[in-house]
């Protein structure tokens, strides 16, 4: 099982920044995928989830400023950030649990600063 997180980046308050997280070694299409996030000296948290038929969920620090999907042919899945804040830095990383083991990403840096 890989995936591949990549679209991190440095951007400016109220900027906007696209993630992808491509996936291979699974039955990508029934799999839920998640995204989440570590900021520097805290704990990873979860950000956004997304079933296999599209369902998403989305921590409440997130809600209304990012969008998760995912392209089932493609095998991938996105998480669209807008109106960006500082307090969204920190590593993201792709996640997701296939045959009772959960899987992980390399994770992408996503710094928001003027």
């Known amino acids: 099982v890989q995936l591949q997180a990549s679209g991190g980046g440095l951007v400016q308050p109220g900027g906007s920044l696209r993630l992808s997280c491509a996936a291979s070694?699974?039955?990508?299409?029934?799999?839920?995928m998640a995204w989440y996030r570590q900021a520097p000296g805290k704990q990873r948290e979860s950000v956004a989830s997304?079933?296999?038929?599209?369902?998403?969920n989305y921590a409440d620090s997130v809600k209304g400023r990012f969008t998760i999907s995912r392209d089932n042919t493609r095998r991938t899945m996105y998480l669209q950030m807008d109106n960006m804040k500082t307090e969204d830095t920190g590593v993201y990383y792709c996640?997701?649990?296939?045959?009772?083991?959960?899987?992980w990403g390399q994770g992408t840096q996503v710094t928001v600063s003027s």
């Open positions: 997304i079933s296999s038929v599209g369902s998403p």
């Open positions: 996640n997701t649990i296939f045959r009772g083991l959960g899987y």
């Open positions: 070694g699974i039955n990508f299409a029934i799999n839920t």
